[in-house]
């Protein structure tokens, strides 16, 4: 019987299905808020308008310098890579989701008081790899330690 190895590494591209997803959404909020006659909707509009601003290429295209597009597990813990800074260690929180459409990565950094989160689609990924990514967040040990 071999030993379960505790190397894993994936990385993920921007999701076509999330941007239609995302742009639908906006342009829900954005007809609805036109509907309406609220009398604050013009800065309702506005912050859609922000909001797409800075999702866009920072979660849903990936284009940004911070944007996280790998995750990554060895003896040392849990690791997201971005551009900006590399691998960096965090410790994933126990509210993360592994479906088959979508995995949804709730982190932490280390020195952070708040959690992250990050969307992978089945679509960002080849099908293989995504379903080790899912059966790694559900049967992995120690998944939930914070990094040393």
């Known amino acids: 019987m071999s030993s379960p190895s505790n190397r894993f590494e994936c990385r993920w591209q921007a999701s076509r299905l999330l941007l239609v997803a995302y742009l639908f959404a906006q342009l829900f909020a954005l007809g609805s808020l036109l509907a309406l006659d609220l009398p604050y909707s013009s800065l309702g509009m506005l912050l859609c308008l922000a909001h797409a601003v800075w999702v866009l290429p920072r979660h849903i295209l990936l284009t940004h310098r911070s944007s996280i597009r790998g995750l990554c597990r060895d003896e040392d813990g849990w690791q997201v890579w971005s551009d900006a800074r590399g691998w960096h260690r965090v410790q994933l929180r ?55």
Request: hydrophobic share 45%; with cysteine; glycine share 2%.
């Open 94 to 148: 126990p509210d993360s989701l592994a479906l088959p459409l979508i995995v949804v990565l709730r982190y932490r950094v280390q020195g952070e008081r708040w959690a992250r989160s990050i969307c992978v689609p089945a679509d960002s990924q080849v099908a293989d790899v995504h379903r080790r990514l899912r059966v790694r967040l559900k049967f992995s040990r120690r998944r939930w330690l914070a990094p040393e």
